[in-house]
């Protein structure tokens, strides 16, 4: 099984940037297609990002396009979240999830597809 490791997480001001990582141990990394979710107070769990087992394919939530990026490096077993010009309204705990997946080029943006989950990282971004 793997275990993920969120960081990177911060208190930034709204237009500013952050790039929270995600570190996997445990498992064979290239395996599994990798996914960010995000839980505000209050409100349920939602899809941010996820990426393909190659990182050849990616997906974003419409709330995040264009200001996010997903990305993986497989040789250290990590995945990323390169945020930019963020928003109040992206303040947050963010979670990184993994699940096995045969084709190389799915994505997974349900979190109940997901059967790996790390502990979550918080971001705030200040008005």
């Known amino acids: 099984q793997v275990q993920l490791v969120e960081s990177g997480g911060g208190l930034v001001q709204a237009g500013g940037s952050l790039r929270p990582s995600c570190a996997a141990s445990?498992?064979?990394?290239?395996?599994?297609?990798m996914g960010w979710f995000r839980q505000a107070p209050g409100k349920e769990r939602e899809f941010v990002a996820s990426i393909s087992r190659s990182g050849g394919k990616t997906s974003y939530a419409d709330s995040v396009k264009g200001r996010f990026t997903i990305s993986r490096d497989n040789a250290k077993n990590t995945v990323y979240l390169q945020m930019n010009n963020l928003k109040p309204e992206d303040t947050a705990v963010y979670y990184c999830a993994a699940e096995v997946r045969l084709l190389t080029s799915v994505v997974v943006t349900t979190s109940g597809w997901y059967n790996y989950w790390g502990q979550g990282t918080q971001v705030t971004v200040s008005s």
């Open positions: 445990g498992g064979t990394f290239d395996r599994y297609v």
